[in-house]
C-alpha cells in the first residue's frame, strides 16, 4: 500500500520553483498587491541596511520622492519587478545591491575616487572614461570584500553574478575594458587575506572565457588581482576611514598605470566603437516602464503607516547600545470609555484661565448686535449686524504622549483613558490641532501609535516594557515634521519610570535643544515611582493622586511651562 506524500499547512513560505533564494529563510511580510509588495520590500530593505551603519541613507525606489536628507540610495524597481509577492532570487540580486550602495557611503567611495582623480594628473580625453569604468569596478570589488566581513556577502556575491550576466550581453567584440573589468570583477580575490594566492587562479579556470579571450585577458587579470589581493589586506583594518580612501587611491592610480600601455587602444565600451562597428543592444538592456504616480503614491502611503524611527532616534543618541527599535504603528481600537462630562468641564474651565483671548468679529449678518460701519447697507441687503466672540488660545501646540506599558493593564488603564479623553476634548476646543501619542512594546519593538485620528479619539492595548527616552524622542521628531508658529509642548503621562531602552536624561536634552517642552504627569504612581520619575525628570514633573486632581495638576504643568518660557 502506497503513502501519499502529506503536504504541510499552512506553507512555510511562498517558495517558487526555479526561483529559491536566501531571502526566503526571513522574508514573511508579503503580498501579491503590487504597491503593498513593493513597499514592504522597501520597508525590509531600510531595516537591513539600517544595521550596517548610521550614514547609509534613506533607500527609495527610482520616481519616489526623496527626503529632505541628502544621502539616498535609488534602486531600479525593473529588478524585481514582474512576479507578486517577489521571488526570493530577485529579492535577494535588489539585497546584495542595497548592501553594496550603503557600505559605498560608509566607505566614502566617492571621497576615493575623488583622490585618486588628483593623484592620476593630467589623461587625455580618451583614457578618462576608460580610468572611470576601472575606478567603479575597483571600488566595487572592494566594497563586495568588505561586505563579505557578514553574512551580507551571500547577497553581494549573487548580486555581482546576476549584474555580470547582464552586462555580458553588451560587451564590444573582444578586446575591450569593460569586458576585462567584469571578468575581473567576477574572478577577484574573495577577501580573506590567508587564503592561498592559488585562489584567484582558480577563480580565472571557472570564468567562461573562450580561448581566445584567455590569451588576451589572463596576464592582465593575473596581475590585477595579484595587486588587489596584497594591497586591500594591508588596510582593510586597523585604519580609519580617511587612511582607508587614501590607500585606495594611491593603489588605484599604481594600479592603473601598471595596465595603462595594455589597455591605451582598446575601446572602453560599445559606444566607443565607430560606427560601422557598432552593436546591437539586446532588448533586456531597454529601461523598463517606470512605475505609474499611482503606484508611487500607494507605496509612500504604505510606508507612512508604519514608519522606523530607530535610524533617526540612534542618530540623536549618538549610537548608544541601548538604543532600542522605534517604530509607528497603526493598531489602534474605538475608544469604549464615555467622556466624563464633570471632568471635561473642569478641565475646560481650568485652561481657559491660563489662554489669551482673542475677539473675532463676523459682520454682515441678518442677525445679532447693529454694525454702525454697515447701516448704509440696511436699504440694499438689510445685513447690517454682527457678532462679537471671544477665542481662547494656549501659547503652546500642546501634544500628549501616554504611556501603554503592561503595568498600565486593568483599572489604571481605564482612569488613564478617562483622563485624557477628557483632556484631549478640552484642548481640541482651544487647538484643532492637538495629537495625542500612545507607546507600548512588542517583541523587542517600540511602537508608537497616533490616537487621533480625524477629530475623533482612540486607544491601543497597554502590553511590554516602558521605553520612555524613545517614544519623547520619536515624538519629538514627528512633531518637528509639522511646521507650526508656536512652540511646542510634550506632556508625558505615565505611571513609572523607564525600565527599558536609553537614558531618560537624552531625550530631556534633545527636547530642550529644539525647544520642545517636556513635561511629565504621573498617573497611579507608587512612592517608589514618584522617586524614580523625581530621579529622572526632575522639577519637570506632577503627580495626579486621584483623578479629579487632574484638572488643577495639569493647569501647574501649563504654568510651568510658561515659567521655563
Known sequence: MSSEPTTKYPPESFCIPGEEGISEVWRRNKSSVVALELAHLLASLRKLVGYLGMNTGTIIWEGMRPPEESAVIVLDPSIVRGKYPIPAARTDHVVGIAVREAYRRIEWSEKAKALAWGKIGFI????????????????????????????????????????????????????????????????????????????????????????????????????????????????????????????????????????????QMWPADAHDLPAACSISLPKSSCSAPRISDSTLKAIEAALAENVDLTYEVRLIYEEDIRTVTVKTSTMILPMEEKLDRRLYNRLKACLRLRCRTRGL???????????????????????????????????????????????????????????????????????????????????????????????????????????????????????????????????????????????????????????????????????SSQADLVKEFGRLVRFVDDIDSLPRKFTELISRAAQMG
Open 124 to 263: 587625455e580625453a580618451a583614457e578618462r572614461r576608460k580610468f572611470e569604468l576601472f575606478l567603479e569596478m575597483a571600488e566595487r570589488i572592494y566594497l563586495d570584500r568588505v561586505s563579505r566581513r557578514t553574512v551580507l556577502g551571500l547577497y553581494t556575491d549573487l548580486a555581482r553574478s546576476r549584474d555580470f550576466a547582464t552586462a555580458r550581453e553588451q560587451f564590444p567584440p573582444p578586446p575591450s575594458v569593460t569586458e576585462l573589468l567584469h571578468y575581473w570583477w567576477l574572478c577577484a580575490p574573495a577577501g580573506d587575506d590567508e587564503a592561498p594566492k592559488s585562489q584567484s587562479a582558480s577563480a580565472f579556470d571557472a570564468l567562461p572565457l573562450s580561448a581566445a579571450q584567455r590569451r588576451i585577458y589572463e596576464e592582465t587579470l593575473s596581475s590585477l588581482n595579484a595587486r588587489v589581493h596584497e594591497g586591500f589586506g594591508a588596510f582593510t583594518s586597523g585604519c580609519s576611514i580617511l587612511e582607508r580612501c587614501d590607500r585606495r587611491s594611491e593603489l588605484y592610480t599604481d594600479i592603473w598605470r601598471s595596465i595603462r600601455a595594455t589597455v
Open 361 to 527: 468679529i463676523s459682520r454682515g449678518l441678518k442677525a445679532g448686535s447693529i454694525d454702525r460701519r454697515r447701516l448704509y447697507r440696511a436699504p440694499i441687503t438689510g445685513q447690517i449686524f454682527m457678532d462679537v466672540k471671544d477665542r481662547f488660545e494656549l501659547d503652546y501646540d500642546i501634544a500628549l504622549l501616554i504611556d501603554a506599558s503592561s503595568s498600565m493593564v486593568g483599572p489604571k488603564w481605564k482612569s488613564a483613558q478617562r483622563a485624557f479623553l477628557a483632556l484631549y476634548e478640552a484642548l481640541k476646543e482651544l487647538d484643532e490641532g492637538v495629537r495625542i501619542f500612545a507607546y507600548n512594546e512588542a517583541f523587542d519593538v517600540c511602537y508608537l501609535t497616533e490616537l487621533s485620528r480625524g477629530k475623533r479619539l482612540y486607544t491601543v492595548v497597554p502590553r511590554g516594557k516602558t521605553a520612555s527616552g524613545e517614544a519623547i524622542v520619536a515624538t519629538a521628531l514627528l512633531l518637528k515634521k509639522r511646521k507650526r508658529l508656536r512652540k511646542s509642548l510634550m506632556v508625558h503621562i505615565t505611571d513609572g519610570a523607564s525600565n527599558w531602552g536609553s537614558d531618560v536624561r537624552n531625550a530631556i536634552d534633545y527636547c530642550k535643544k529644539e525647544k520642545i517642552g517636556l513635561l511629565t504627569l504621573g498617573v497611579g504612581c507608587s512612592t
